[in-house]
């Protein structure tokens, strides 16, 4: 069974073109996040909701708009995509801790993103 | 903000060797963890640390949270082929503070 599964795998597009990446796990998590991996494999977040509630946003254009409908799903849409969002966007989740805030993450399989 | 600084990038070493790499820190973290890449998956958690001075095991891998609570390594024995990956080190400082990631050290080994 899948603990954090994201889809689609790979995604193809077009400059200016809007697209929607989306993330479940079913590991009873409340907190959940989204990490840019770009072409030398640095790691950075940018975003997190705790129970529906965005905790985290990174400065990202605001072309990004997370959305979670509930507490096992984070989807992650993007407008108007341009060639620098070109990047592997893993999904994450935790239980939230009020001693170790956002305590350990478990990250999906990512979504290869080439914007052409 | 917080930085992680992750050494070597790269390491390329024979079958059985051991390898250590390690993380430092500009400030302290609560917990420090380690995670394995490999490629075309995401992030894999291998160990984590929540107390200074700790140290864990988990098979061949072992990992040290350090006593000034600025830095941790990871320690590999006898590395094998499928030990190959990319290894991240990620710590958490205060309470309400997000997971800084460090830039990863990309392992080799040559049966």
């Known amino acids: 069974d899948t603990a954090v599964s994201q889809t689609p795998k790979y995604l193809v597009t077009q400059m200016g073109n809007d697209k929607s990446i989306k993330c479940e796990q079913n590991?009873?998590?409340?907190?959940m996040y989204w990490y840019k991996q770009d072409s030398k494999k640095f790691l950075k977040i940018m975003f997190s909701?705790?129970?529906?509630?965005?905790?985290i946003n990174e400065t990202v254009p605001n072309r990004f708009s997370p959305k979670s409908p509930d507490k096992a799903h984070l989807n992650l849409h993007i407008n108007s995509l341009e060639l620098g969002d070109s990047a592997v966007y893993f999904c994450?989740?935790?239980?939230?801790?009020?001693?170790?805030?956002?305590?350990?993450?478990?990250f999906g399989p990512g979504t290869r993103l080439t914007v052409l | 903000g917080q930085q992680l600084n992750q050494s070597p990038q790269s390491m390329f070493i024979q079958e059985g060797e051991d390898v250590s790499m390690n993380c430092t820190s500009s400030?302290?973290?609560?917990?420090w963890l380690w995670y394995k890449q490999e490629p075309g998956e995401g992030p894999v958690l291998l160990i984590a640390l929540y107390k200074a001075g700790e140290l864990t095991s988990n098979g061949r891998l072992t990992a040290q949270f350090g006593i000034t609570r600025k830095d941790s390594f990871l320690n590999i024995s006898a590395s094998i082929p499928s030990d190959v990956g990319i290894y991240f080190c990620?710590?958490?400082?205060?309470?309400?503070?997000?997971?800084?990631f460090g830039e990863g050290t990309q392992l080799t080994v040559n049966p």
């Open positions: 990620a710590g958490q400082g205060i309470s309400g503070s997000r997971l800084t």
């Open positions: 400030s302290i973290f609560n917990t």
């Open positions: 590991l009873g998590h409340d907190t």
């Open positions: 994450a989740s935790s239980h939230f801790y009020l001693d170790r805030a956002h305590g350990t993450q478990y």
């Open positions: 909701y705790n129970n529906k509630e965005l905790i």
